[in-house]
């Protein structure tokens, strides 16, 4: 029988309950008098500081530099774009007071600040020598949802956002994927989530943008997570912006634009990829703690040895907790197992007495005896880490996998549409199909599979011909 | 005669000039249609970075962990406190509207959260096991100042906020004073800026606490920067949330809180108390680039070895950059100078005949010969950098002590009154004595010195008898 915690509903009973149940036990999120907001608890920041750390590193290799603009966008500003305005005005907070003072021009909270960027951007490029400039932005956002869920939907949204500026659609195109795969590389290395990167249709890009970039990651419901997007805006910002750079052929032109961006969404998916019935799982190269220490009973010996092992833990630059308080063994390997720390380590007298400790990987709760020497123990954790590490990602693949179907006509398509999981189709490139996909089955297009766009076959829902490759599937 | 850059007015002939002029020069600011917010530029917000870094360090090292509030706060749960509502209500922005619809009840965008750290505490603290509570958040908040310039007073402002809360009153007074350490720590080592900690009077207390500490730094003109500051709670905010814990006695009582913080304000510390008329200079621990390289000529010996050096830099771990644009050997040293890169190195081809190099201090402008060996090298500028560190500390030290009077007596006050710097008095502890200097002479009291506070001798203003040792002087 599979082992259970009894505050936490079964994630095959009530999915939508099991993931709030996690997030609560694991001390992740509380919530305030803010409606549509969240608290994001201590252990659930540092998740996000340690996917900060780790992007921030990426961001900086591939030429990036941080920068923060206001947090507020005058209403006269945010009109410029109009696909823009259209795509975010519905859910924008407006800031109409400050002090005793109604505003002379009310002002919204940024729910992305492309606007802030390009009116920034037309004041300091100049001349091609000013470019590429690869500009990012640590901070947060709003965006007024009425239906919220932690880290998936929020009206507070702490992210990044970078915003970049090239000579040629070349190079601004090549940048849209740099970043793409950025994203990609990171999840799959980081999070051990086996995410698709593709290209989003027409009906699914970003307010502005010529070409969206996403990748689609699969949660162990079936259902999919956008977790992050990269957008080729072209010249359409810097237009309306007239935003202008003397080109080598010394003429005016308008540069290239991108942006892309990743948000506390990714901790939602990191949950709803791995977890279990026990709690978080956790994957070792991007959980804040790695190993859980438990001692059991609180003799010399045992006491000695974790002190040993807590200073060769530093020294190998690996993160640890203790749990020295007073509750008992069970209960403390429960809250190990709810924390979704990969290993956890159990000290006790009697196993000492038999040169032994008892390691414990949170991924398959398999028991490892390992002698008490503690370079031996050190080498056995960095090897349990990468095993945890490799066996999460290929578990979730084998996971996604099992649940990506092919239609190649509508009937096989109805077949699969009540299924969790995505369908791949081929799609004659009509808005007309993928309308008519959403509205009958409720299903939303994810993506065109990247360098694997093209298809030769009729498309699946019309049985015209067909031009592309695309995924559907339900979203979070 | 002193050399100076075309672009940057003499701060001996106007230092708000002269302020302006660095920040521009140096790009670490812009300006945008969002009135009294600033635009933190790359170079700008690499200083922050690098104080953040190293603070958030010295933050866990002392045991504290980092939490994500909501920004906006409710009307009624910020009514909560009436000191706290008082002091803040003239300053705060005011969100009105949701998307389409008016909210029913406004929000205030965080002038800071301690109202929203009190409610989430009442939520999480039942028992004395539960304490402390050490958290700390990094964010920006919103004041609506009616003047407002870069880095020194703005209507959005990037800082952290320390809250915590404690069993007893000793543990939290020793918090309160051990995280103003921290701030005097930092200051000094890295900032190289000599603080003065305090204890603030009554009057000049935060809205809501019973002790306000403060450390108070003294600008190149004389004016005064209060650079951080440490607040002791007492049980006030906890009465009125209603916070309550189970003590060791088994009894129900208020936990102990403090909250501390520091701002890109010491951003403006940091030009105005080691900067000069060339531009910014660095101190080298908070510097984010420490060399500035500067090939001179483009010849192949040149390069090999500034690709070298810069091999031998990052094995090192010491940032550098390396002008490679196609301007001359001057513009290139004047661009140095302005950045405050702490060493300029100078790669040229004649040199490297008679194979040496030149080093050139920034703080001092004194040019230094290296033989083309790389470890001689990169041990030269470890030695500099140390050098540099510590001369910029002694200049300010010297120059702020240059600056600082003692008055017995009226007539003595009066004398120094129009002198730039802080003057320091007996204080009776009357608000009456404290006041009419403020009427007076325009002065504000800065601070009771830290361990120090006590005189026995006459109030310098009244001449009853005396209680207290008070610094006077102008303030940012």
Not at 164 to 183: D, G, I
Not at 214 to 226: C, F, I, R
Not at 263 to 281: A, F, K, Y
Not at 323 to 344: C, H, L, M, Q, W
């Amino acid at each position: 029988m599979e082992k259970n915690n009894k505050k936490i509903t079964s994630r095959d009973v009530d999915f939508a309950k099991w993931y709030n149940d996690i997030i609560s036990e694991a001390d992740l999120v509380d919530y305030s008098s803010v409606k549509g907001s969240m608290i994001i608890r201590p252990y659930g920041y540092a998740i996000w500081e340690s996917m900060v750390s780790v992007l921030d590193k990426m961001f900086k290799d591939t030429g990036h530099v941080n920068v923060q603009m206001p947090m507020f966008i005058p209403e006269s500003l945010f009109n410029i774009e109009k696909d823009h305005v259209e795509g975010f005005a519905p859910e924008v907070a407006w800031v109409t007071r400050g002090g005793s003072e109604k505003l002379e021009e009310r002002m919204l909270v940024r729910p992305t600040s492309e606007v802030l960027f390009c009116e920034h951007y037309k004041k300091i490029i100049k001349s091609y020598r000013d470019l590429p400039l690869l500009y990012n932005q640590w901070c947060t956002i709003v965006r007024w949802e009425k239906t919220t869920r932690p880290f998936l939907r929020s009206r507070e949204i702490l992210w990044q956002e970078g915003h970049t500026m090239h000579e040629t659609e070349k190079e601004a195109r090549e940048e849209t994927l740099r970043m793409l795969n950025v994203y990609t590389d990171f999840q799959k290395k980081y999070l051990a989530i086996p995410v698709i990167p593709g290209r989003k249709t027409d009906k699914e890009k970003f307010a502005g943008a010529e070409e969206t970039y996403t990748v689609e990651a699969m949660m162990y419901d079936g259902v999919a997570l956008q977790n992050g997007t990269s957008h080729y805006f072209g010249q359409g910002f810097a237009k309306a912006f007239d935003i202008k750079f003397l080109n080598q052929k010394n003429l005016l032109e308008n540069p290239y634009q991108t942006s892309w961006g990743v948000t506390t969404r990714m901790i939602g998916g990191l949950i709803m990829v791995h977890s279990d019935n026990l709690g978080l799982v956790l994957p070792p190269n991007i959980a804040p703690i790695k190993i859980g220490i438990i001692p059991i009973g609180d003799n010399k010996e045992v006491k000695n040895l974790i002190l040993n092992l807590e200073k060769a833990l530093t020294n190998a630059n690996i993160t640890y907790h203790t749990d020295n308080t007073d509750r008992s063994p069970g209960f403390k390997f429960a809250e190990a197992e709810v924390k979704g720390y990969p290993i956890r380590i159990e000290v006790g007298a009697r196993d000492l007495k038999e040169n032994k400790i008892t390691l414990v990987r949170r991924d398959t709760l398999e028991k490892i005896t390992s002698n008490t020497n503690i370079e031996d123990i050190i080498k056995e954790i960095n090897n349990l880490l990468n095993l945890i590490q490799s066996n999460l990602y290929n578990k979730a693949e084998i996971r996604r996998n099992s649940m990506l179907y092919k239609a190649k006509d509508l009937k096989e398509f109805e077949k699969y549409s009540d299924k969790p999981g995505f369908i791949l189709t081929s799609w004659c490139g009509t808005e007309e199909c993928e309308e008519s996909v959403k509205e009958n089955y409720g299903l939303k297009s994810r993506c065109l599979p990247l360098d694997d766009e093209t298809s030769d076959k009729p498309c699946t829902i019309c049985q015209k011909k067909g031009k592309y490759k695309l995924y559907y599937g339900k979203q979070y």
